[in-house]
């Protein structure tokens, strides 16, 4: 809630919802031929992340509370319950438009190449990071640097780390990096809010391949004036 560039951003309205609501229902919405999954809400403890937890109550989500600096200590305390065979899927809160069927395709790419961590090269703003917890526990402690302990996964990505990594192309299963869709400037929030009261005003779970396709017409009209 308490974001530099766009404070409360996690809770601004998108056509009638909280964006927070587009990022748990999309997220809720991946079928993991596995079997079940559960979305929890990592936030902090600041006193602006009480809306935050409360948002969740309305939502029926699980809401954990913990470090506002150290992100992956408050991952780690998040997913302490789990095994270390578990997987831990990487959302961020300011990406609405997670896509189910490209997140579940990655959760089962990296099953199947049983990897520690997978992601999109770049990372991308509407397909997760997966990892194992496991491997997320081994590398916290190797994870000193600032950077690492505010941005959770950068040290899984640098050169030579000794984990099974995989990087998948930035185009995996016809991902679009030149269409931005996070929500981290006043800009991009009145964007994202253009897209979704065209295409989602009843339903927060609209196609990512029906966004691509307003993109493109949005392209085409800025293009054509």
Request: proline residues 6%; glycine residues 4%.
């Amino acid at each position: 809630m308490n974001s530099s560039r766009l404070p409360g951003k996690i809770l601004a309205g998108l056509a009638g919802r909280p964006l927070l609501e587009y990022v748990v229902r999309r997220l809720q919405a991946v079928r993991d031929a596995a079997g079940p999954s559960e979305v929890t809400v990592a936030t902090t403890t600041a006193a602006d992340d009480d809306a935050t937890e409360a948002a969740c109550r309305r939502l029926a989500v699980a809401c954990f509370r913990g470090s506002e600096s150290d992100v992956l200590d408050r991952y780690l305390a998040a997913t302490a319950d789990l095994d270390d065979d578990d997987l831990v899927v990487r959302a961020t809160a300011d990406n609405p438009l997670y896509c189910p069927r490209r997140t579940a395709r990655i959760v089962q790419r990296h099953r199947q190449a049983q990897a520690d961590y997978t992601c999109i090269a770049g990372l991308s703003y509407v397909v997760p990071e997966v990892m194992q917890a496991g491997a997320l526990r081994r590398m916290a402690p190797l994870a000193t640097a600032q950077d690492c302990r505010e941005h959770v996964t950068p040290y899984f990505r640098e050169p030579g780390v000794d984990f099974r990594v995989i990087q998948l192309p930035q185009t995996w299963q016809g991902l679009r990096p030149d269409i931005r869709l996070t929500v981290d400037t006043p800009a991009d929030l009145v964007r994202m809010r253009s897209i979704c009261e065209s295409l989602a005003t009843a339903d927060p779970l609209v196609a990512l391949d029906d966004v691509y396709r307003w993109c493109g017409h949005e392209h085409a009209e800025q293009t054509a004036r």
